[in-house]
């Protein structure tokens, strides 16, 4: 068995983020849907394909549309699976990198923002993180 898809990949992705969101655990979500918090985690990692069924399950669970698994899929992504090449025929092409939404900093500055329950706080941590990223850049 070769490495993960790319797609596979990025869905594992977005499901680790929509739980890490929620504040669920591996175990939580897979007794939610009948599954072993290992096997929870080969869906995020992109080991194991997660088949039309189970992403709807998901989807209901997470409290998302099905289709919030494949937002922000970069089109090159998006592209790898289109054909089937033999094995061992196709050239290897660049590693998948994880999504930086994926990163635990990220989830965890995420869920830290959204604590924050005055909507005028949250706006200038918004706009101070906007404007120290543009510093940057420049």
Request: no cysteine; glycine share 8%; proline share 4%.
């Amino acid at each position: 068995m070769g490495r993960p898809r790319p797609v596979d990949v990025h869905v594992g992705s977005r499901v680790r983020l929509r739980r890490t969101m929620l504040g669920m655990s591996q175990e939580k979500l897979g007794a939610a849907i009948g599954l072993t918090f290992q096997q929870v985690q080969k869906y995020e990692r992109g080991a194991n394909r997660i088949g039309a069924s189970r992403l709807f399950e998901l989807s209901k669970v997470l409290d998302v549309p099905v289709s919030f698994f494949f937002d922000d899929m970069a089109a090159d992504v998006a592209g790898s699976s289109g054909g089937h090449a033999a094995v061992g025929l196709a050239e290897d092409g660049p590693a998948y990198e994880a999504d930086t939404l994926a990163k635990r900093e990220t989830l965890e500055l995420v869920r830290a923002y959204y604590k924050i329950k005055n909507p005028k706080v949250r706006k200038r941590v918004f706009e101070l993180t906007k404007v120290l990223a543009k510093s940057e850049e420049d």
